[in-house]
């Protein structure tokens, strides 16, 4: 579950630079 939750996370941060 944390290893998908850190997946997840990074997923949000690439999405934000991109979109930025």
């Known amino acids: 579950v ?5 997946a997840n996370g990074d997923i ?3 999405i ?3 979109t930025t």
Do not use: D, I
């Open 2 to 6: 944390k290893s998908l939750k850190a």
């Open 12 to 14: 949000v941060t690439a």
């Open 16 to 18: 934000m630079e991109l």
